[in-house]
């Protein structure tokens, strides 16, 4: 069984469905394999199955039908601590009555390890984090990204060979949580642990994995490294959960290998990319990234559609420009443009000519 990369699958999900309540299915048809070694974060909206899928994983809940192997042995018949696997949550509470090294030592005492060995476990998992110094705290006198950084290193300190974390950096401000994403992304590269991480944070995903599986309603829209995912979205769902996305409604006119031109609901006619149209009379959301649009002549692509719009609103926004048009109708289509030396700004009222790739216009599902 191999997956995307060539490699081994280390967990593989076969068709797993689950139902609390035996009626309705909160993960439906989930398949996935995950490579040794790989960094795979599931993204998606809340209640989209994600804690479920790291709990089914975990042992802590049971697939209502398929199977969850790991490293090629159904779950089921591994116990639990055989399993190998370290976990994080979001505010997991660290256990308030231990000190940080008994907090670590907990772990290892399970697995009936000599003193010795734990004492330079603990010790060497708390060096990773950097928190050497804290081993005779206790949880209620440590920040909360100190606590998180402890929660880490308990996740580790018997090197587990896949570690699960649901939405860790969660509770944490901005600027702790994209270092600890920093240290974790590190931590993973020297470990070479594999690890299925869960989040909201669009970007926190697409920094940190190699894979990206984004989840809406029980399913996996996409999976895809994080450039695929944002370049090229294969749906529309997809396209206007990552990032920004311009879209305008339209039907098929015509396709021909990598072209379609697509009519739009005012009667303007453009080509796009077809991804997810077959054939003509098909309704289509044809999407648009705001920064890939241009609208001097000077950068304009060469191969492109030009469209007339009027300026709405222009925002400025330090680095970049936002500038809001009237594109075919839409009175939301963004176009963002870099604060550059030689830029210029739009006014409200003005009349400009945009345009854009072809290839970076995509014709998706009018979901
Ligand atoms: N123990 C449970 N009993 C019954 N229903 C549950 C249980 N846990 C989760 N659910 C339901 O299953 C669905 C998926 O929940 P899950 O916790 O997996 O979502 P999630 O993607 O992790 O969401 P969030 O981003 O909000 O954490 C939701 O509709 C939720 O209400
Ligand atoms: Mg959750």
């Keep these: 069984m191999a997956n995307e990369r060539g490699d081994a699958a280390f967990v593989a999900f076969e068709h797993v469905q689950k139902s609390y309540d035996g009626e309705t299915l909160v993960v439906k048809d989930l398949n996935l394999n995950i490579g040794k070694g790989e960094f795979l974060t599931m993204l998606g909206p809340s209640g989209s199955g994600k804690t479920t899928c790291l709990m089914m994983l975990a042992g802590f809940e049971t697939a209502t ?5 790991l490293a090629g042995r159904p779950i089921n018949s591994v116990p639990p601590h055989k399993r190998g696997i370290g976990m994080v949550f979001q505010n997991y509470a660290l256990f308030p009555h231990m000190t ?5 030592a907990f772990p290892l005492e399970v697995r009936k390890m000599s003193k010795s060995e734990i004492e330079s476990k603990v010790k060497r998992a708390l060096d990773m984090v950097q928190m050497g110094a804290f081993a005779g705290r206790r949880p209620a006198q440590m920040s909360g990204g100190q606590q998180q950084r402890i929660a880490l290193a308990r996740a580790l300190v018997f090197e587990p060979e896949l570690v699960l974390m649901d939405e860790p950096l969660g509770a944490l401000d901005k600027q ?3 270092h600890m994403q920093f240290e974790i992304k590190h931590l993973h590269e020297r470990l070479g642990v594999t690890v ?4 909201h944070d669009q970007s926190e995903a697409l920094t940190m994995s190699d894979r990206v599986a984004v989840f809406n309603d029980g399913r996996i829209q996409q999976l895809a490294p994080p450039e695929d995912l944002y370049e090229r979205p294969t749906n529309s769902f997809v396209a206007q959960f990552i990032g920004e996305n311009n879209t305008l409604p339209g039907s098929v006119e015509a396709i021909s290998g990598d072209r379609c031109t697509v009519k ?5 006619v453009i080509d796009a990319l077809p991804v997810n149209v077959s054939k003509p009379g098909d309704r289509t959301l044809v999407s648009i990234r705001p920064e890939r649009v241009e609208f001097r002549d000077d950068r304009m692509p060469a191969d492109t559609h030009k469209l007339e719009a009027e300026v709405l609103e222009f925002i400025y926004m330090g680095d970049s420009f936002r500038t809001r048009l009237r594109v075919a109708g839409n009175d939301n289509f963004i176009m963002k443009c870099r604060n550059a030396v030689d830029q210029r700004r739009l006014n409200a009222g003005e009349k400009v000519v945009i345009g854009w790739n072809v290839a970076d216009c995509r014709a998706l599902d009018a979901a």
């Design 176 to 178: 702790l949580r994209e």
């Design 100 to 104: 940080v090294g008994e907090n670590l």
């Design 196 to 199: 299925v991480y869960v989040t």
């Design 65 to 69: 039908h398929g199977e969850i192997r």
């Design 264 to 268: 739009l609901t005012d009667g303007s």
